[in-house]
C-alpha cells in the first residue's frame, strides 16, 4: 500500500538516506519525468526536486511527477524528515535546503528574476553531506547550480549533468560541464542507472561522519601494488607532477572515486583505462587536487592572528616595511585574501600607513588559480564572512561578491608544484594548511625544514588543524599549540647540521627532468649514514653549480649560489638570465650558445659577479650534458671562486694584455650575440603584435556575439514569461468551464454517460448512476461490464452501430421498477469535427407514458 505524500514515520534513530538533488528549469519537466520513471523499487534514495517555478502561481509539478513514479511524491514542508523512496518538490516562492536529514524552507533572498535556488539546494547539500553528496543539473536556460556543482566537487561529492544534445534548453548544462566539475554526462533516462552503479560500487557511510576516528589504511609507505604505481607513473608521464609521495590511502580513495563512476572494479583494470583515454588522466589529477577551503576557516585561529601574533610582528622594530606571505596550497584564493583581509584590519587598528605585506598564493591545479585571480564568489559567502567585511572588502554584483582591488593588489597568484618547483624565500608568515596531511611521512619530514629556510627571523608559521611540527620542534617555537601558530626560531642545528648554513635544493632532487615518462614509482629512499654523508660533501666541499633546461630555467641547485644567483624582483621567475648577477649574466649567456654547438666545456675565466656587498672574481665551466638520459638537452655550470691574491698574481704584464685581449673577445662576442638577440626579439614582437591584433579583432568579434546571445536570451527568457502566463489564464478557464458545466448537467436532471470510441466509460453525471451502477473507480470501464436497472440487453448493440453508421439511436425503456426512460444514443462530437466516442441521455417519461396508457384506457371505454 502506497504512503501518503509527504506521511513518513519519523524515528529518531533512523539513518537519514543518501540524498540525490535535482535543479531542473525551462524543459525540465520532460527530463524529471524520463529520470524519475526510471528509479527501481527500494533505491534507498532520496530525491529533492528544485525548478524554477512562477513565485505568483500555485505549482503542479508533484501532481505531474506523481504519473510517472510509484515513489509518494510531495510539495516540502519546513523541517519535514527526509525518508528513502521519496520524492521532495519545491514550493513556489521559496528557497530550499537541506541540514542535519531536514528539509528547510526559507524565503528567497533575491528579488525574482535573480535568484538562483539550485545553487542554495546544490551548496547545503555540499555541507550537510559531503563525499556523499550527489548532484544533477537538467535542462534549463541560465547558469543556476554552476556554483552548487563546484561546491559538490571540491568535497568530494558525484556530479552530473544531462547531455545537452537531449536538453531542450541546454544552457545549465553546458555551464555546468564548462566547469570541469562534472562527472557524469549522460541523457536523462540513464541518469539513476549511473548514479546506483557509483554508489553500488563506493557504498560508504550513510551520513559523513565528523570524527577523527579516520579509516587508517594499514599498507605500509612505499608498498603501493604494481597497478597503482601504474597509474601514478601515468600521471607523472601526462604532466610533470609527481603523486608518488602522496598517503597511498588518499590516492586509493580518489582513484577507487573514478573507478566507481566508469563501473571499473580493479585498480590494473583502471590503469589500463588511463593507458588508453589520456582525458581522464586529467580529470583523475583535478581529482586529486582535493580544494576543500573557505573564507575565514576556523575562526578562532584569524581571530588570534589578528588581535594578537600580526600587531606582535608589524611592532617589530627589526621588521622590514614590506613584508612577504605565502600561501601554499591557496586552493580557489580564499585563504590568501582571507589573510590580506586581517592584515588590513590590523594595519587599520594600529594606524599604520608604512607597512605593506605582499602574498604569493600558489596552487597545483591551474582551475583553481584561476578562479582565485578572479576573486569573484557566490553569495553563500555570507555565512562565514561578517556583513561588515562584506562592506568594506567586498562588492556585490548580480547576487555574487567580488574581492575590493585593493585587497585583490595584496595577492599574487602562481602555479606551483610545492614538491618540485624552489620555494619562496624571505617571508614573514608561511601559511600551510591542511596540505601536509595528504603527504606521506617522508615528504613532510621535507617540507618543514624548507618552510624553516624559507622564513626570516621571527616568521609566522600556520598549518592545519590536524597537522604539526613533530620532530622538528628544534626549529619551530609554538605561538599557540591548539591553534597551531608557530615562530621560527634562530640558530638552529639539527641532528648536528645546521640548516642556516645549507641551501635547499628542489625537494624532488631524484627527479632532474619531470617530464621522462616512468613505469613505476621511484623506490623508497632511506635515510641512512651513507647518504647523509654524501649530502653533506656535496653540500660542503664540491663547487656551486646549477642545472639548467635549454630555456635557461633553473632544474637544480647544489651548494651555495648566493653570490652569483640573486631572485629576480616581482612576480617570482626561475630563469637563469634573470638571476644571475651584473658582470657574469652576459659572458655565461653566451658561454651557454657555445656549449650547445661544441661537445667540449666551455671555460670563462676572471669573471667579475657584482653584488652590493662587492665584487667576486670566479672561474666558470659550462658543459652541456648528454648522459644520464634525464639530463639529456640540460646544461651544468659550475663557479669556482678565484682567491683576490691569486687574481693579483694573475695581473703581470703579459698577463694583463691577454687578460684585455680576452675582454675584447668577449665583449666583441657579447656585441654580437645581442645583436642576434635583438633581430630575433624583433622578430618575435612582430609577430606577437600581428597575433594580438588578431586576437583583439576576434575577442571584439566573439564580444558582439555575446551581446547579441544576452540579448536573444532575454528576449526568449521574455517570451517565456509571457507564454507561461498565458497557458496559467488558460488553464484557469478551462478550470472555470469544467465548473460551469459539471453544475449545468448536474442541474439539467438528464442522466448523462460520456464513452470513448472503445465504449469505456470516460464520464457521467450524478443522476445517472441511479439508473447504472456506477463508481468514480468505473471511469475507464467497458459500458458491457455494467450492470443497468433498464430492460435493454441491446444498449451496447445500439452504441456500437451509433458510432459505425453515425446515426442516433432513440428508443423508450422500461426500468425494473416499472419507470420508462427515453433513451438516446448520438456521437460524441468534438470541437475539430471528430467523432471521440458516443452520448447516452436517458430522460425519465414515466409520467407521460402513464398518461398515455390512461388516455387509451379511457378511449376505449
Not at 57 to 63: G, T
Not at 212 to 233: F, I, K, Q, W
Not at 418 to 427: G, I
Not at 476 to 494: C, D, G, Q, V, W
Request: glycine residues 6%; charged residues 25%; contains cysteine.
Amino acid at each position: 500500500m502506497r504512503k501518503s505524500p509527504g506521511q513518513h514515520p519519523v524515528d529518531d534513530d533512523q539513518v537519514t538516506p543518501r540524498i540525490v538533488g535535482i535543479g531542473a528549469s525551462a524543459g525540465g519537466l520532460a527530463a524529471l519525468e524520463q529520470c524519475l520513471a526510471r528509479v527501481p523499487p527500494n533505491s534507498g534514495l532520496a530525491y529533492v526536486v528544485v525548478q524554477h517555478l512562477d513565485p505568483t502561481h500555485k505549482a503542479f509539478l508533484a501532481e505531474l511527477l506523481q504519473r510517472f513514479t510509484m515513489m509518494p511524491v510531495c510539495q516540502a514542508q519546513d523541517a519535514m524528515h527526509i525518508a528513502p523512496d521519496s520524492v521532495y518538490v519545491i514550493p513556489p516562492n521559496t528557497e530550499l535546503s537541506v541540514a542535519g536529514g531536514l528539509l528547510h524552507l526559507q524565503p528567497p533572498p533575491a528579488p525574482r528574476g535573480m535568484r538562483l535556488p539550485i545553487n542554495a539546494l546544490f551548496s547545503s547539500l555540499a555541507r550537510d553531506q559531503s563525499e556523499h553528496a550527489i548532484v544533477v543539473i537538467l535542462s534549463g536556460m541560465g547558469s543556476d547550480g554552476t556554483q552548487g556543482v563546484r561546491a559538490v566537487k571540491a568535497l568530494g561529492g558525484l556530479t552530473i549533468a544531462q547531455l545537452p544534445e537531449s536538453a531542450q534548453f541546454d544552457a545549465m548544462p553546458k555551464s555546468a560541464i564548462e566547469t570541469g566539475c562534472v562527472d557524469i554526462i549522460v541523457p536523462p533516462e540513464e541518469i539513476v542507472a549511473r548514479i546506483l552503479a557509483y554508489i553500488g560500487k563506493s557504498p560508504g557511510p550513510q551520513r559523513p561522519k565528523k570524527t577523527d576516528d579516520a579509516p587508517v589504511d594499514h599498507m605500509a609507505e612505499g608498498t603501493c601494488s604494481d597497478p597503482l604505481a601504474a597509474v601514478v607513473a601515468l600521471l607523472l608521464a601526462r604532466g610533470r607532477h609527481d603523486f608518488s609521495s602522496y598517503k597511498p590511502s588518499t590516492l586509493r580513495r580518489r582513484i577507487e572515486r573514478r573507478m566507481a563512476i566508469h563501473s571499473i572494479s580493479s585498480l590494473a583494470r583502471y590503469a589500463d583505462f588511463l593507458e588508453k583515454n589520456p582525458q581522464e588522466i586529467d580529470l583523475l589529477f583535478k581529482e586529486l587536487l582535493i580544494g576543500v577551503t573557505s573564507f575565514f576557516r576556523d575562526a578562532a585561529v584569524w581571530q588570534h592572528l589578528a588581535e594578537t601574533t600580526l600587531p606582535a610582528l608589524l611592532a617589530s622594530s627589526a621588521r622590514e616595511k614590506k613584508l612577504r606571505a605565502w600561501v601554499v596550497g591557496c586552493s580557489t584564493g580564499e585563504e590568501a585574501y582571507s589573510l590580506a583581509i586581517v592584515f588590513e584590519e590590523a594595519m587599520q587598528r594600529l594606524q599604520l600607513r608604512d607597512r605593506t605585506l605582499q602574498i604569493f598564493a600558489t596552487d597545483l591545479s591551474p582551475d583553481a588559480i584561476a578562479t582565485a585571480r578572479r576573486g569573484v564568489y557566490p553569495a553563500s559567502i555570507d555565512t562565514s564572512v561578517s556583513a561588515e567585511r562584506l562592506a568594506l572588502f567586498f562588492t556585490c554584483h548580480e547576487g555574487r561578491y567580488g574581492v575590493s582591488q585593493r585587497i585583490r593588489d595584496m595577492v599574487l597568484f602562481a602555479q606551483q608544484d610545492v614538491v618540485l618547483d624552489p620555494p619562496f624565500t624571505k617571508l614573514d608568515i608561511l601559511s600551510c594548511r591542511n596540505l601536509m596531511i595528504y603527504f606521506d611521512a617522508a615528504l613532510q619530514r621535507r617540507l618543514l625544514p624548507l618552510f624553516h629556510y624559507s622564513l626570516r627571523a621571527g616568521g609566522i608559521l600556520l598549518l592545519g588543524n590536524s597537522e604539526t611540527t613533530g620532530q622538528f620542534d628544534r626549529l619551530f617555537t609554538p605561538i599557540e599549540s591548539k591553534l597551531r601558530l608557530y615562530a621560527r626560531r634562530e640558530n638552529t642545528h639539527f641532528d648536528g647540521v645546521n640548516f642556516l648554513a645549507q641551501s635547499f635544493p628542489p625537494l624532488s632532487t631524484m627527479k632532474m627532468e619531470q617530464t621522462v615518462p616512468t613505469s613505476r614509482l621511484p623506490a623508497q629512499l632511506h635515510e641512512n649514514l651513507q647518504k647523509a654523508a654524501d649530502n653533506l660533501l656535496l653540500q660542503v666541499y664540491a663547487p656551486p653549480a646549477v642545472v639548467v633546461n635549454s630555456s635557461g630555467d633553473i632544474v637544480y641547485i647544489s651548494g651555495r649560489t648566493g653570490k652569483y644567483l640573486e631572485p629576480a624582483a616581482g612576480k617570482v621567475n626561475w630563469n637563469f638570465h634573470a638571476m644571475a648577477r651584473d658582470g657574469i649574466r652576459l659572458p655565461i649567456a653566451t658561454g651557454l650558445q657555445r656549449a650547445a654547438e661544441q661537445s667540449e666545456p666551455v671555460q670563462l675565466t676572471g669573471l667579475q659577479a657584482q653584488s652590493t656587498q662587492g665584487s667576486q672574481l670566479v672561474d666558470v665551466t659550462i658543459q652541456a650534458l648528454k648522459e644520464p638520459i634525464a639530463l639529456r638537452g640540460m646544461f651544468i655550470i659550475v663557479f669556482r671562486d678565484v682567491p683576490a691574491a691569486a687574481g693579483r698574481r694573475r695581473k703581470t704584464p703579459s698577463a694583463l694584455e691577454a687578460s684585455h685581449a680576452a675582454a675584447l673577445q668577449r665583449c666583441h662576442e657579447e656585441i654580437l650575440a645581442l645583436r642576434e638577440e635583438a633581430r630575433i626579439s624583433r622578430e618575435e614582437l612582430q609577430s606577437t603584435n600581428e597575433e594580438l591584433q588578431s586576437t583583439n579583432e576576434e575577442l571584439q568579434s566573439a564580444n558582439e556575439e555575446l551581446t547579441t546571445s544576452k540579448e536573444e536570451m532575454q528576449s526568449m527568457n521574455e517570451e517565456l514569461q509571457t507564454i507561461n502566463a498565458e497557458m496559467q489564464r488558460k488553464l484557469d478557464d478551462l478550470s472555470l468551464a469544467q465548473s460551469d458545466m459539471k453544475n449545468l448537467l448536474n442541474s439539467t436532471d438528464i442522466a448523462m454517460l460520456f464513452l470513448d470510441q472503445e465504449l469505456n466509460v470516460s464520464r457521467y453525471t450524478e443522476r445517472t448512476s441511479k439508473i447504472i451502477n456506477l463508481r468514480e473507480s468505473d471511469v475507464g470501464r467497458p459500458l458491457s461490464d455494467l450492470t443497468t436497472s433498464l430492460q435493454y440487453p441491446a444498449l451496447q448493440d445500439d452504441a456500437c452501430e451509433t458510432l459505425r453508421t453515425l446515426v442516433p439511436s432513440e428508443k423508450q425503456i422500461l426500468s425494473n421498477d416499472g419507470r420508462w426512460f427515453a433513451v438516446r444514443i448520438m456521437p460524441y462530437r468534438r470541437l475539430d469535427n471528430v467523432i471521440d466516442g458516443a452520448v447516452i441521455t436517458f430522460v425519465d417519461i414515466t409520467a407521460a407514458k402513464e398518461l398515455e396508457l390512461r388516455l387509451r384506457r379511457e378511449a376505449r371505454d
